[in-house]
DNA sequence: CTGAAAGCGCTTACAG
DNA sequence: CTGAAAGCGCTTACAG
């Protein structure tokens, strides 16, 4: 069906050999100049590119990076995802990416696709699943045959690779401070992310790290257990507690808090100030809008991506492996004083 | 650096030929049962897969899908691909995914760059930018080679290629009706996305084919055109402008039209009513919630990839184009009577 | 300066 | 029942 111009094609119609069709194409100054003009000319009538599955066999190289992601509804993992096409394709490197939807099966799967198709390395967030199993010997597969992996914002120990992570601890404590500063002192940390995500576990840490050291300072948890009930949770709790504050650790979190505070009639943030995680779209259009802690996503794709094609392109057998923490900011908007 | 296992080593270290081997694994009746189970045998140890790049060099398939979308961070593109990923891996086919980014330049870039990585064939959505210039040569080129196409959702005439569209006009036409059903004359629609795409269009049409058969019913249009400024915008409108109703063709427009309601102390849906346009995250964390079309972003790049999948698996010279159209829904929700 | 040959990892028609 | 050979489209060391 398709039949794309190939140097054999070229080569009969020039009277040469494929070889020194295939040096043309190159400029090989071994070639006769006049034969080199001839040969471009032809190719460029034709429109000739080179067959990128035969080349790929040959060296052995695709030039296709594999990512992995959890998810893609997500607004921090669809901008990460664009920050590394970005950069992807602006080393000449292409993408093909996979969304294993927070599962550990599928993460198997989807790497072992991806390994057979033969991708030169991957980048990689893990899936919730695999976060709590903790079972990561489809990762340990690739290691042992050195195919790069660079992993970012949810990582795991287990794997020793490049890693390229948000300062989540820090900026949860941040966040927290803030509230403090702008006089909160019973503060909630509201999450509808499981607690088995290595980013939620900082976050968490970070929130309790400061209020511990405030005496006058309170801090309540509520990690919501049904995820079809997300509002009826956080409106019970918005109206059994008496808060000044919230930190919702994820953008879901933080935007129902401010819809369910809404209906209770208190007003923000002079009633209760609200700070969530992940600077996307509902943070943008909720009303009051959102102070929130920007994960910068793009950057850290773009990051990963950049870290990848550097040790693709030149590979070293001593190649010591490191984690690059991205600083986040908080990003003040109205639902904070 | 990664050296797999290939039929070579396995033949040798069964001391029989390549070819003998390769039938074994296909469990080739001419092969003696003995010899593949001691194929099979070995290859299981070493968890042998055939080199994915052979196979398609030679057979000249690759069970690649490349999808071309204009936005990633749009959740109905976001769904979309979902479903397009879904259908693709349950026929076993693979996804590759580039974004245009609504550029009409790069999105020529990457159908010459997928179409010269041989995918097997396209599901594309076009950028605005093509959509406005209206040059669609690169697709032409596709189709001369005989490369299947599938567009959905932003399509265009120019390209004979099967479709999968919404019924973006019926859709404006239900929501309009069903405002006015429920009291609303003064009728306003406001849309942030370029007039130049084709859904645009459809859903201005049915808005205005509806109001103009109802003379108590007033309709006015605000195209909002700085997209940096969409709410003061949207403010100004809605209070020179004594509405009760407000059809937002796209998403943004609608939530920001419930939050600037909001801002100016209307309450929703007493004094005005809203629908908005594609299902998403902010329709549903909106406060109140949004009354929406849904346009079963899923289902159509499902039904994209099927169609796809299907033309691929029994290519047929005769085969004839058809434009299949997806039935929207209109979720009530909060926003409206 | 040009070309024949081997090889990347597979498949398959053909021979024995 | 097994294997040698050709070929998919390219690259490159080697020969002339």
Request: glycine content about 4%.
């Amino acid at each position: 069906m398709r039949k794309k111009v190939t140097l054999k094609q070229l080569a009969k119609e020039l009277n040469l050999s494929i070889s020194t069709v295939s040096k043309s194409l190159k400029n090989d100054p071994e070639i006769s100049e006049k034969t080199i003009n001839r040969v471009h000319e032809l190719a460029n009538f034709y429109n000739y590119k080179p067959n990128a599955l035969a080349v790929s066999l040959k060296s052995n190289k695709t030039k296709t990076i594999g990512v992995i992601l959890p998810e893609i509804l997500n607004h921090f993992y669809a901008k990460a995802l664009f920050g590394i096409e970005q950069a992807a394709s602006k080393n000449g490197y292409k993408i093909v990416t996979c969304i294993t939807n927070e599962s550990h099966k599928k993460e198997i799967e989807y790497v072992e696709m991806l390994n057979y198709s033969s991708v030169d390395g991957f980048i990689v967030a893990l899936s919730q699943e695999t976060q709590m199993v903790n079972e990561l010997d489809h990762f340990k597969v690739l290691k042992r045959d050195n195919v790069p992996i660079v992993m970012f914002d949810r990582v795991s120990d287990e794997i020793e690779c490049d890693k390229v992570i948000v300062d989540d601890k820090i900026a949860s404590k941040n966040a927290i401070q803030y509230l403090i500063n702008t006089g909160c002192t019973k503060i909630a940390v509201i999450t509808t992310i499981s607690s088995d995500l290595s980013v939620a576990k900082l976050r968490l840490e970070g929130a309790r790290e400061i209020t511990d050291k405030n005496d006058n300072v309170s801090l309540i948890e509520l990690p919501v257990k049904d995820n079809n009930n997300v509002e009826d949770e956080i409106e019970k709790f918005l109206k059994d507690n008496n808060l000044d504050a919230v930190l919702g650790l994820d953008e879901t979190a933080a935007a129902v808090t401010i819809n369910m505070s809404l209906k209770l009639g208190y007003k923000i943030p002079k009633d209760i100030s609200v700070i969530g995680f992940t600077d996307g779209l509902l943070s943008r259009h909720s009303y009051p809008k959102l102070t929130t802690v920007s994960q910068h996503a793009e950057d850290l794709g773009a990051k990963a991506a950049q870290i990848l094609v550097n040790q693709l392109d030149n590979f070293s057998e001593n190649y010591k492996v490191k984690t690059e923490v991205v600083k986040t900011s908080l990003i003040l908007r109205n639902s904070t004083n």
